[in-house]
């Protein structure tokens, strides 16, 4: 079964760091590019961040840019986002999600998500 | 960034009738344009990729269509599992950008 299970996620204060990652099973991992997207409580889809298939290319949304590095391990079939100076507006569920073929952007093979809460 | 506004903001329909959805972008996108089926509790799900082509395992009764600007998704005949939120997305433009939902709701 093709699975992405994210882990990781919590209560961390404003000007915290986390690290989520995304653990892929069922399909050849080091073949696609992977992707962050988040969503606020009762709000709609943002992406985040996408990383190609063998880690040497990166992009971010300029809302988390210089903040957030996506970064991934093939041998461990799991792709990972650090999360540094976190701010009250980085509350969201966060999903990792496979992109659907070669730099396509669209979003095939989603996780179920983990919850990061920033607050004091 | 190119912003997706989607309409209307929700749809009140019964099981059986046809849903059509739209979404509009403030500049073309050619048809880099993707359709998601949310609901609650849950991750989103592809439907529709590049306006028109459905993904897998996706039933024949969900049809995409548009190029440019506007975009259409299609339900013919609502089934009870068809009601969530839908979302359009574009990949035509950095950076990817989703419209605000459209929900579907039981009448």
């Known amino acids: 079964e093709v699975q992405l299970v994210e882990s990781g996620g919590g209560l961390v204060q404003p000007g915290g760091s986390l690290r989520l990652s995304c653990a892929a099973s069922?399909?050849?991992?080091?073949?696609?590019?992977m992707h962050w997207v988040r969503q606020a409580p009762g709000k709609g889809l943002v992406w985040v961040s996408r990383?190609?298939?063998?880690?040497?290319?990166?992009s971010y949304a300029d809302s988390v840019k210089g903040r957030f590095t996506i970064s991934r391990d093939n041998a461990k079939n799991t792709v990972y986002v650090q999360m540094n100076s976190l701010r009250a507006e980085d509350t969201a569920v966060y999903y990792c999600?496979?992109?659907?073929?070669?730099?396509?952007?669209?979003?095939?093979?989603w996780g179920e998500g983990t919850m990061v809460t920033v607050s004091s | 960034d190119i912003v997706l506004t989607q309409s209307p903001a929700t749809l009140s329909l019964s099981p059986g009738e046809r849903a059509t959805l739209s979404c509009r972008a403030s500049?073309?996108?050619?048809?880099?344009l993707a359709w998601y089926q949310q609901k609650p509790g849950q991750a989103p799900r592809l439907l529709i990729y590049?306006?028109?082509n459905r993904a897998t395992a996706i039933p024949a009764r969900f049809s995409g269509s548009g190029s440019g600007t506007d975009f259409t998704l299609t339900i013919s005949s609502l089934e009870p599992e068809d009601f969530a939120v839908y979302y359009c997305?574009?990949?035509?433009?950095?950076?990817?950008?989703f419209g605000q939902g459209t929900r579907l709701e039981i009448k």
């Open positions: 999600a496979r992109d659907l073929y070669y730099d396509s952007d669209a979003f095939d093979i």
């Open positions: 069922g399909f050849t991992f080091s073949s696609y590019w």
């Open positions: 990383i190609n298939s063998d880690g040497s290319s990166t």
């Open positions: 500049q073309t996108v050619n048809n880099y």
């Open positions: 590049d306006a028109s």
């Open positions: 997305q574009q990949r035509s433009n950095w950076p990817i950008t």
